[in-house]
């Protein structure tokens, strides 16, 4: 009799508020189908239940939010999305193109690269542990930060800043990320599900539905989207059928699988 794995996401109610935690903390939190089956059916919960009123995303341990897609998985030749067309309309992860009425807070207790920095971006509030990093490092694998992240970076970061980080692939910390208004609180990791936890009871003690509504406003959210993302999505769409069949997107994922310098054939 083989031993049942551990969810890949847990979900915890704690009054009005859902916790979900990615638990793959021997990769670092990063996300492959079972993530975004995970995430994806917390967020419907949560849209569902009249009762839940914040969602806080979270990772498990003390080292990362989430590393991003998990390359190793891709390097293996695995999906990261489920089979079923409707949960993969949900985007990476279940939750970059999965908007929903309720505040979402991410909880980031440590490196959040990649896909990482992109569940943030798509999160409404941020509360970083002091040793958190950002980043959208994809260029360094061959790849775009196709989850969102090339274009809400740069809507939510001043564009020369949000250029840096996009071109370079380089980090930045949880403190740089405060200064340039990314990031909400900066606390100590142990102070974090806290902190956490005390914000989204700030917005939990408020009327619900007006909560809802003045989130639907802010974010223009009708019947389950952003309209003004389509464009956006389309030409991601684009760039990715590119980018994603060349040579170096193969290279790119092989070479962190194997902990060498990969070698750009850029074609």
């Known amino acids: 009799m ?10 915890e ?8 935690t990615i638990n793959r ?11 975004h089956v995970g995430l994806g059916e917390g967020l419907e919960q949560a849209e569902a239940d009249p009762e839940i009123r914040v969602v ?37 992860a279940g939750f970059v193109r999965h908007p929903i009425s309720k505040p979402i807070i991410a909880a980031v207790n440590g490196f959040a690269l990649g896909g990482g920095t992109e569940l943030a971006l798509a999160s409404d509030i941020v509360i970083a542990a002091d040793t ?35 071109l370079t692939g380089e980090p930045i910390t949880a403190q740089r990320a405060l200064d340039l208004g990314f990031v909400n609180r900066v606390v100590s990791q142990s102070e974090l599900m806290d902190a956490a936890i005390d914000f989204a009871g700030r917005i939990a003690v ?20 952003i309209a003004s993302d389509d464009a956006f999505w389309e030409a991601n769409k684009q760039e990715t059928r590119l980018v994603f069949t ?22």
């Open 56 to 92: 806080i995303v979270t990772g498990a341990g003390d080292q990362a939010f989430c590393a991003g897609a998990d390359l190793k998985a891709v390097a293996r030749g695995e999906r990261l999305e489920p089979e079923d067309k409707a949960q993969r309309a949900w985007g990476f």
């Open 13 to 20: 109610r704690r009054g009005h508020v859902l916790i979900l």
């Open 206 to 225: 408020n009327a619900p539905l007006a909560v809802q509504a003045s989130k639907r406003i802010a974010k223009g959210i009708a019947e389950g989207r």
């Open 25 to 35: 903390p021997e990769a670092r939190n990063a996300v492959n189908a079972a993530v």
């Open 246 to 267: 060349s040579a170096d997107s193969r290279e790119g994922p092989r070479a962190f699988a194997e902990k060498r310098e990969p070698v750009w054939q850029a074609r």
């Open 132 to 166: 958190a990093q950002f980043g959208l490092p994809e260029v360094k694998r061959g790849i775009i930060a196709a989850a969102g992240g090339a274009f809400r970076i740069a809507q939510q970061l001043p564009e020369k800043v949000a250029m840096e980080i996009l």
């Open 2 to 11: 083989t031993d049942t794995p551990p969810p890949a996401v847990i979900a």
